[in-house]
């Protein structure tokens, strides 16, 4: 079997992702759906990865400490995984 590669079309973080939830899975995932899908989840990362990066509170542009906007885009992702509930949950094969 060979490699397992993303639709060309999709930018890395998300191609990343959609390789990894296909990769193993019994039933392939190939759908516009699926692929929004993935970049919520590559979005909820960057969102993730910049906070933990920046912190919590960044300075505005007065200087005066506001919640990083990453927040919000964490917030707003994980409410669209969770709206796609179980659809595109991993089934690995069994005995591998």
């Known amino acids: ?13 998300v191609a990343a ?12 995932f190939d759908s516009p759906s699926f692929e929004a899908y993935c970049g919520q989840v590559a979005r909820l990362r960057e ?3 910049r906070v933990s ?3 919590l509170v960044i ?3 007065k200087g005066n400490p ?7 885009i964490e917030k707003q992702a994980q409410a ?3 709206a796609w509930g179980t659809k595109f949950m991993p ?4 005995g591998l």
């Open 47 to 49: 969102a993730q990865r």
């Open 17 to 28: 992702v959609w390789v990894e939830i296909n990769t193993g899975n019994t039933n392939r």
């Open 80 to 82: 669209e995984i969770r």
């Open 66 to 72: 506001v919640p990083h906007p990453a927040i919000q």
């Open 59 to 61: 300075a505005d542009p």
């Open 53 to 55: 990066i920046e912190g």
């Open 91 to 94: 089934r690995r094969r069994v």
């Open 1 to 13: 079997m060979g490699k397992l590669t993303a639709p060309a079309h999709l930018p890395g973080d």
